[in-house]
């Protein structure tokens, strides 16, 4: 079983940053694949990023593209996620999410994620 803890969350103005954090616990086997994803006032969660912490790989959704980054954090066992140049459509409660694997094909299908976090908000306005 897998625990994941979002913080970093917030209010901020258009073209701003914010950085997330994401903390894991429990069986590493369970979380070679973390992601974040964000799901906002009546749309469908959304995939945003997918990061592997063993070789370090991270992909990217077109929309988020060139702003945000995932990597590891400064924390132990924990993800962020870096927000820059941040527009209204970002704004989202998102999630961190843990996979055992997750293929090419499904690096942002949210139904591929085992464990999930309880969520953050994020504003831009």
């Known amino acids: 079983h897998v625990q994941l803890v979002e913080s970093g969350g917030g209010s901020v103005q258009v073209g701003g940053s914010l950085r997330l954090s994401c903390t894991a616990s429990?069986?590493?086997?369970?979380?070679?694949?973390l992601a974040w994803f964000r799901q906002a006032p009546g749309k469908e969660r959304e995939g945003v990023a997918t990061f592997y912490t063993g070789g370090g790989a991270a992909y990217y959704a077109d929309s988020v593209k060139g702003r945000f980054t995932v990597s590891l954090g400064a924390a132990e066992d924990s993800v962020d996620l870096q927000m820059n140049s941040l527009k209204e459509d970002d704004t989202a409660v998102y999630y961190c999410?843990?996979?055992?694997?997750?293929?090419?094909?499904?690096?942002?299908?949210?139904?591929?994620?085992?464990?999930w976090g309880q969520g953050t908000q994020v504003t831009v306005s």
């Open positions: 999410a843990a996979a055992s694997f997750c293929p090419p094909e499904h690096l942002f299908v949210a139904d591929r994620f085992d464990s």
């Open positions: 429990g069986r590493p086997s369970k979380r070679n694949c």
